[in-house]
């Protein structure tokens, strides 16, 4: 079990983790790492469609301190590098999901099998559902939700909302057509 008040706790007081115990930077460690691996793996999403869209404020606490927890470091993909503080997703081809060359996706995104990423980016606690195309050069940003069968056309910006953490992320639900260029930002559903 998370424990979703430790997060929201060392969230609400950015001094806080400078003076917590090593006993109790462990338990953050262990809830945020946990809450990234959830919505890495499906588990946990920040926008819940289940109960009309609501978006859980925590995993947003939880992705904002991932960043403070972690170190920038040297990330190798492919012929590339990158000097960052979150890794790319690793896919193994077991997800079910056609990744093209150039398709980069943090940790912490989750894209369901049957979606087609052309190179494009999704930023970390995004949604992919099945069968939706992310095209040539467009972004998900932090959090979006992107339903069902949906085609975001080339160039399409999906902005991404991690703070204020109680900014609402953009939504777009089942079946939808985001035409080319299009921008979506803040609380767009």
Same mark, same amino acid.
């Given at each position: 079990m998370i424990d979703h008040a430790l997060i929201s706790e060392f969230f609400k007081d950015p001094t806080r983790l400078a003076s917590a115990s090593t006993d109790e930077k462990e338990r953050l460690q262990t809830a945020v790492f946990t809450t990234i691996e959830g919505l890495?793996? +499906?588990? /946990?999403r920040v926008v819940d469609k289940e109960h009309d869209f609501a978006v859980n404020t925590w995993a947003k606490e939880a992705i904002l301190l991932y960043f403070r927890l972690r170190n920038i470091e040297l990330i190798e993909c +492919?012929?590339?590098r990158y000097n960052d503080k979150i890794p790319l997703k690793h896919w193994t081809g077991? &997800? +079910?999901v056609r990744v093209v060359p150039q398709a980069l996706? !943090? /940790?912490g995104t989750f894209v369901e099998a049957g979606a087609i990423l052309m190179p494009s980016y999704i930023n970390i606690g995004a949604f992919v559902g099945a069968g939706t195309m992310v095209d040539t050069w467009a972004t998900v940003g932090s959090c979006a939700y992107i339903g069902k069968n949906v085609h975001l056309s080339g160039g399409v910006g999906i902005g991404g909302v991690l703070e204020p953490v109680q900014a609402k992320p953009v939504i777009v639900e089942d079946n939808a057509f985001v035409g080319s260029r299009a921008i979506? #930002? &803040? +609380? #767009? !559903?």
């Open positions: 890495d793996n +499906g588990s /946990i +492919g012929p590339f077991k &997800e +079910g996706a !943090r /940790i979506l #930002v &803040e +609380g #767009v !559903r």
